[in-house]
């Protein structure tokens, strides 16, 4: 294990000292470098600080935790591997992830998802413990976002205009919220057991993770909301 020193370090050596032979890095310090663990696979970094916008980018295959917030952009086009975060993340995560896991302890900000998607077998997934801010799987062409509404500070569980062009993929919402506004271009609806049972392992995993309680998290139902419409623009621009 390599520890680095990250206080005095810009966010290119850092990211030249994590590109050096060896798998495993802890990085004390860290304060906002930028792009920490892009492109990288066959690593196990764990970052002791708030990472910069980027993190995990085009990651492929490597495992990264984050033990305080992160910035924007977290696993943006991320292809495979695991990113955790002890805390929150800033707008834009998951960015067109299209492999691996995002597991976010507590909030997330605008568009988490954006832009997800899915080939085959190759199905991203985002879990947010917490809540998460407006445009929620804004665009989302595939994958599985969960937001589990966990943390007590009475905020709503989404923002404002939640699965805005969704044409693809799942998200997961921890309660009844049919009530919430929805566009019209999607489906929500309570979720079935054999729903739930699709994600069951995800959840598991999240909970060992950060030491949440499975049964409490499975106590109330959860909303799932799918496209409803093989062609969700057809009312936004010209007749086809």
């Known amino acids: 294990m390599k520890v680095i020193d990250a206080a005095a370090l810009d966010y290119k050596t850092l990211n030249e000292v994590l590109r050096q032979p060896e798998h495993d890095y802890v990085i004390e310090g860290c304060c906002g470098q930028r792009f920490i663990g892009a492109g ?36 943006d086009t991320m292809n495979a591997g695991k990113i955790l975060i002890h805390g929150s993340a800033g707008d834009a995560a998951g960015y067109a992830m299209r492999g691996g896991k995002i597991y976010v302890r507590d909030h997330a900000g605008y568009r988490a998802g954006i832009h997800m998607k899915e080939y085959k077998k190759k199905v991203p997934i985002m879990i947010i413990g917490g809540c998460a801010g407006s445009f929620l799987g804004e665009y989302q062409a595939g994958g599985i976002l969960i937001v589990l509404g966990l943390q007590e500070d009475h905020h709503p569980i989404i923002g404002n205009f939640p699965c805005t062009g969704m044409h693809g993929g799942k998200l997961f919402l921890r309660g009844d919220c049919r009530n919430l506004k929805f566009p019209p271009q999607v489906t929500a609806d309570i979720a079935s057991f054999e729903d739930l049972q699709g994600i069951m392992d995800d959840l598991k995993e999240y909970c060992s993770d950060f030491h949440y309680d499975l049964k409490t998290i499975l106590s109330s139902p959860f909303t799932l909301v799918t496209p409803n419409s093989k062609n969700p623009y057809k009312q936004m621009y010209v007749a086809n």
């Open 40 to 75: 990288m696979s066959d690593r196990n970094i764990t970052v002791n600080g708030i990472s910069g916008n980027a993190l995990g980018a085009y990651l492929n295959n490597a495992s990264i935790t984050v033990n305080a917030n992160a910035q924007d952009a977290v696993g």
